[in-house]
């Protein structure tokens, strides 16, 4: 099963891709030089880790309301997590500290709804069906993150 999903999520024509933060916009490169909450290991070092697990605390809530049950490409293959499990968290701080530029990949398959983890706070996004762009809106929203832009999807653009 774990190959014929991959190959399916690998075979998935993606309409819209785009990128999601706990910023409200693309940090400049000022910005991000000063920023002590851009990172785990620079929140850590400027003793300002309280305010970079607030909004960490956002990005797991936002993933773990998404669905019961999501895709993680974990140890080389697709594997079923519950979103409310120790593990699939540990999947999620693994990537938004990235530790080792570990970074996830979690399918939704109720959405058809791919995310990648990302540098500096941000994470990809890629979207099958444009009718679920205004669940997934909200669901961002609600959890105060932001999306800080939305494309037609390119497969060269993939490669985040």
Same mark, same amino acid.
């Given at each position: ?8 999520? +690998? %075979?998935?024509?993606?309409? =819209?891709?785009?990128?999601? &933060? ?6 400049? +490169?000022? %910005?991000?030089? +000063?920023? =002590?909450?851009?990172?785990? @290991? $620079? /929140? ?10 607030? &909004?960490? =605390? ?11 049950? /999501? ?13 409310? @499990?120790?593990?699939?968290? #540990? $999947?999620? =701080? *693994? @990537?938004? #500290? %990235?530790? *080792?530029?570990?970074?996830?990949? $979690? ?13 500096? *706070? ?8 444009? #009718? ?6 909200? /669901? ?8 800080? &832009? ?8 993939? #490669?985040?």
């Amino acid at each position: 099963m774990n190959n014929c999903l991959s190959s399916n999520i +690998e %075979e998935i024509k993606w309409s =819209k891709m785009g990128y999601i &933060s706990v910023f409200d916009h693309w940090l400049d +490169e000022v %910005e991000a030089d +000063e920023c =002590k909450i851009l990172c785990y @290991s $620079i /929140a850590k070092d400027s003793d300002v880790l309280d305010e970079y697990l607030d &909004s960490e =605390k956002k990005f797991i809530n936002f993933y773990t309301s998404l669905s019961d049950q /999501a895709y993680c490409f974990y140890k080389d293959s697709w594997q079923l997590f519950n979103t409310n @499990s120790e593990k699939f968290e #540990r $999947i999620l =701080k *693994r @990537s938004l #500290r %990235e530790e *080792r530029l570990d970074f996830f990949d $979690i399918y939704y398959p109720n959405y058809s709804l791919r995310f990648k983890g990302g540098h500096d *706070r941000t994470d990809a996004f890629f979207i099958e069906d444009i #009718r679920f762009l205004s669940d997934l809106s909200k /669901a961002v929203e609600i959890n105060g993150l932001f999306i800080l &832009s939305i494309q037609d999807y390119s497969e060269d653009l993939d #490669r985040v």
